[in-house]
């Protein structure tokens, strides 16, 4: 009776198994082509943001461009205009939903639909923990979060009723493993992680595809535009060294390229450089080990002090360390990807 039993809890196991993978068999993703597709780009005016729309619009997408600078939003439309690209641009505030609202019924009236939405806008403060606070925590919830909330949202609606879509979600390492003097852009970036896993489940029943995307250290160019607090040039200096060591840090058009590749397969997820995805990995291993190795990390980082809880920009934290050679890699992007105003 007992050998009975095992061999039909082993029978049940097996349809149960069975049932899951003609299950998942169900749910496979055909591969999505940007051709001829609508694409909308949040912080499409400068960096990845700005390399990932020159690789829509070479791959025949039509792309709507959206950031609070109207000036580097003109200079993105003439560069991506001067590729072949057809380019919609709108002025946005996307910590605000009202104003979310507005861009996203602006480039449904300009193009009637929206195909692809890339959240990809964000910011990052750069500072030992008692330079920062509540503020810091709120503006990065706010640019970091819930701006891809309120877009995502914005977006839905219009998604469902065509039964297709995808969404691709610029998150972090940073969402992933937290590194010491970047509290509340991690912060930030774990919601969001966390944020863009879930919707994926939700929204695979319409139709929509999401997939999450980790960068680990890519040259963009955007130190410059980084925010800096404590003693902000020796933050800077250390900071903008890694985003521009290649060994490291990973080319924007590369990244670009993957990411692209990714939201085509309909990924799940995707981390970026191979840093990125062992230290990830050693951190789900082993907290305990990657934890001591944090603490040690944040003690060879400078202390408070300097400009205090002021914040600065990374162009203003300048010396004679950034830049220079050390950071020429990044430099060259800065100019390359409208980084520098």
């Known amino acids: 009776m007992r050998d009975q039993s095992r061999a039909s809890k082993a029978l049940l196991w097996s349809a ?6 003609l299950l998942a068999r169900a749910q496979a993703i055909r591969p999505y082509e940007f051709r001829h597709k609508i694409a909308l780009i949040t912080g499409g005016s400068r960096g990845l943001g700005l390399v990932l729309a020159r690789h829509l619009v070479g791959a025949g997408a039509k792309v709507a461009i959206c950031a609070r600078d109207e000036d580097e939003l003109e200079r993105a439309k003439a560069d991506l205009q001067s590729r072949g690209g057809e380019v919609f ?6 910590r605000m939903r009202d104003d979310v609202n507005r861009m996203v019924a602006r480039v449904l009236e300009h193009y009637g639909q929206v195909d692809v939405l890339i959240n990809n806008a964000g910011i990052i403060s750069v500072g030992p923990l008692e330079e920062m606070n509540v503020d810091d925590f709120v503006e990065a919830m706010e640019a970091n979060f819930w ?19 995808r969404i691709v979600n610029i998150t972090s390492i940073g969402g992933k493993f937290p590194a010491p003097h970047l509290l509340p852009y991690t912060a930030s970036k774990f919601a969001f992680f966390g944020f863009s896993r879930g919707l994926r489940s939700e929204l695979l029943k319409d139709g929509i595809v999401v997939t999450t995307v980790a960068p680990g250290l890519m040259r963009t160019g955007s130190p410059v535009n980084a925010n800096f607090k404590g003693k902000n040039r020796l933050e800077y200096a250390w900071f903008s060294i890694a985003d521009s060591l290649p060994f490291i840090s990973m080319d924007a058009e590369r990244a670009a390229e993957q990411i692209l590749a990714a939201s085509r397969r309909g990924e799940v997820e995707i981390t970026l450089t191979a840093p990125a995805r062992v230290v990830a990995a050693l951190d789900r291993l082993f907290p305990e080990f990657t934890g001591s190795l944090l603490s040690i990390a944040n003690r060879l980082l400078p202390d408070g002090g300097g400009i205090g809880q002021r914040t600065v920009r990374g162009a203003q ?3 004679v ?12 992007a800065a100019e390359r990807n409208n980084e520098i105003s």
Do not use: H, I, N
């Not at 641009?89 to 996307?94: E, G, P, S």
């Not at 701006?147 to 879509?165: C, D, H, I, N, W």
């Open 147 to 165: 701006s891809g909330v309120y877009t995502t949202f914005a977006v839905l609606p219009e998604m469902r009723k065509r039964q297709t879509g």
């Open 89 to 94: 641009t709108v002025v946005c505030d996307l």
């Open 317 to 319: 934290s300048e010396s």
């Open 16 to 21: 149960a198994g069975a049932g899951l993978f």
């Open 321 to 332: 360390l950034s830049p220079s050679a050390l950071t020429t890699w990044s430099d060259r």
